[in-house]
């Protein structure tokens, strides 16, 4: 019997010791497969096969990266994990509310902004290299103003690049940021079918999810050589998450594109001040992304409110013209996402949304899902100040198309001044805008009567950021002159009829060069009829702080190198106006003979 057992129990004991060696094995094969599918395919790890995230599994910075691949490594890669990877598409929806009255801005800070340089994913740290553009002012010449008109824009009618924006005030102009980097080379088959519309898409149903698939682009992804506004524009399968600020140009299989951009959508570069208010968003190339939540059939423009908003001058300067010379050629079929939203403004600005677009506003910074888009702008053309450069605008617009848009949009009645010959007994009228703390005219009635006797009839308003747009622009479309002091009630010229007359009041402090290019040429862009006055030290309100023998007086242009800040202060915000009518009489008369003819 012991022999017996003793023989079961080495039977017991091999078979046991089989088993091991069997279990080490097979331990030792899943190791070395393990092994290699993270050092050769990570992402397999990290991600599902089909290369998506979920929402809610997708992280809050959403800026995976992935180092391109080597030749050998993209071969073997699998051929059905890339096809799912470049498959989606996605949009953005933004909100902050950021108003910002004040109209100044640093004339020291010329260089670019660290938020509007490029970074490439290519490192594991993002370097952000600084780079100082030289700021150009322009407060002493009038022919300064003119040099923001350059050459004509580069872009395909079907594949145009357009990119995203920041700027300074009236006096400064920075240059290039030559450092935003370019990586070109991508491949792509077919075109882009979106059939889900911004209204229809809010469902996560699978079944909807059109083919997407990246055409070729073989330029870089954003453009900031403009001095004022950074642009960013692409076609193919994009996704936008708000969450995470980020756009991401889903790349096809096999391509070796590694692209980063960081971008303030605010038509202010430069400005440091101002940009500080405004979200961040980086647009790159990317291989993976959360999955789409919202199709959308039309274009996606990505823009910012906050910032000098709230001041007329830059609703229109920094917001609306741009808005119509990036959104106009769209017809109404396109999207807005727009980052630090104020919904007053939008409010206060309705109608023009209603022009522009034909689907409700999308606020960035409240929006959790993943939309898709097609085509994408990130950032609003601008040029500059209140000016649209035909030569590099989308289809040559020009502020005479930007004038039309307004009379269509508030449904203004006069679109041409008639000849005062035309409509016997007829008087001009002439439209006086007044201010209340700054740049006052102090003889505000007597400047009336003189106008009276001379034969118009004239009207007294003021604007300011609580006045009706709609009420103010049809009182602006009646006239056929209106002047003022320099200040951001001139902005409301926008709504004079074609050949209307615009006459500006410049106050003491040599600042004929910002007069004339935030004002000036602008309305002889828009098809008006410029006059320029220049008070005389007699007619200014400084002759009571200052003796007649002050620097003040005898070099004004001298204190223009301490910076726009103390010119604003100086001249601006302390200057009140007291016009000599007999010196000024004239100047009504000549525009009184130009109504004439």
């Not at 097979?26 to 190791?31: A, N, S």
């Not at 992804?221 to 600020?245: K, Q, T, W, Y």
Request: a negative charge; hydrophobic letters at 40%; aromatic letters at 8%.
């Amino acid at each position: 019997m012991k022999a017996v057992e003793r023989a079961k129990l080495v039977r017991s004991l091999r078979q046991e010791s089989r088993r091991l060696r069997l279990l080490v094995l097979v331990i030792g094969f899943f190791l070395i497969t393990l092994t290699f599918v993270v050092f050769i395919k990570p992402d397999a790890i990290l991600f599902n096969l089909n290369g998506r995230l979920s929402v809610d599994q997708a992280p809050r910075s959403l800026l995976i990266r992935q180092g391109v691949d080597t030749a050998a490594t993209a071969s073997r890669r699998s051929a059905d994990t890339l096809a799912a990877a470049a498959e989606d598409p996605k949009v953005v929806d933004g909100d902050s509310a950021g108003i910002e009255a004040n109209a100044n801005a640093n004339a020291n800070a010329g260089g670019a902004s660290e938020d509007e340089k490029r970074v490439l994913t290519s490192e594991t740290e993002q370097g952000k290299m600084a780079e100082a553009a030289p700021a150009s002012e322009l407060l002493g010449g009038e022919e300064e103003g003119r040099n923001g008109l350059h050459k004509g824009r580069q872009e395909d009618q079907e594949h145009k690049m357009t990119l995203p924006t920041v700027s300074n005030y009236s006096i400064h102009e920075t240059t290039n940021d030559s450092d935003n980097g370019k990586q070109e080379d991508r491949k792509t088959d077919s075109g882009i079918k979106l059939v889900t519309d911004v209204d229809q898409s809010n469902s996560r149903d699978r079944s909807h999810q059109p083919a997407l698939d990246n055409m070729g682009w073989d330029k870089p992804l954003c453009d900031f050589s403009n001095f004022r506004a950074n642009v960013c524009e692409m076609r193919g399968n994009i996704r936008i998450h708000p969450s995470g600020s980020s756009v991401m140009y889903m790349e096809p299989a096999g391509s070796m594109k590694d692209e980063q951009w960081k971008i303030k959508p605010y038509p202010r570069k430069g400005d440091e001040l101002c940009l500080s208010h405004i979200t961040e968003v980086t647009v790159q190339f990317s291989k993976v992304a959360p999955e789409c939540t919202k199709y959308h059939d039309v274009p996606a423009v990505i823009f910012a409110l906050t910032g000098y908003t709230g001041n007329l001058f830059h609703d229109f300067t920094d917001v609306l013209v741009p808005l119509f010379t990036t959104a106009n050629e769209f017809n109404g079929e396109v999207q807005f996402l727009i980052t630090d939203m104020a919904i007053w403004w939008t409010r206060k600005y309705a109608v023009v949304f209603e022009k522009l677009t034909k689907y409700p506003l999308i606020d960035f910074n409240k929006d959790n899902e993943v939309h898709c888009f097609k085509h994408t702008i990130v950032g609003l053309h601008a040029y500059m100040e209140l000016t649209i450069d035909p030569l590099k605008a989308p289809h040559n617009y020009s502020m005479v198309d930007f004038n039309k848009f307004m009379r269509r949009t508030y449904s203004l009645p006069r679109d041409e001044v008639t000849s005062l010959g035309e409509v016997p007994k007829t008087k001009p009228r002439l439209l006086i805008i007044s201010r209340q703390r700054t740049r006052m005219f102090l003889n505000l009635k007597e400047i009336v009567a003189m106008a009276e006797e001379i034969g118009y009839e004239v009207v007294v308003e003021e604007a300011n950021v609580n006045s009706n747009v709609a009420h103010f622009a049809n009182v602006v479309n009646s006239v056929d002159v209106m002047m003022g002091v320099h200040g951001a009630g001139l902005t409301n010229c926008v709504f004079l009829p074609h050949s209307a007359i615009l006459i500006q009041i410049v106050p003491w402090g040599a600042l004929d060069g910002i007069c004339r290019v935030d004002f000036g040429y602008p309305a002889e862009q828009m098809g008006l009829r410029y006059k320029h006055y220049s008070i005389g030290v007699h007619e200014s309100s400084l002759t009571d702080q200052y003796p007649l023998d002050h620097e003040i007086f005898k070099n004004p242009l001298a204190f223009h190198k301490n910076g726009f800040e103390f010119v604003r202060q100086t001249f601006m915000d302390t200057q009140n106006v007291r016009l000599d009518c007999n010196r000024f009489r004239p100047i009504l008369l000549e525009a009184l003979d130009q109504l004439n003819q």
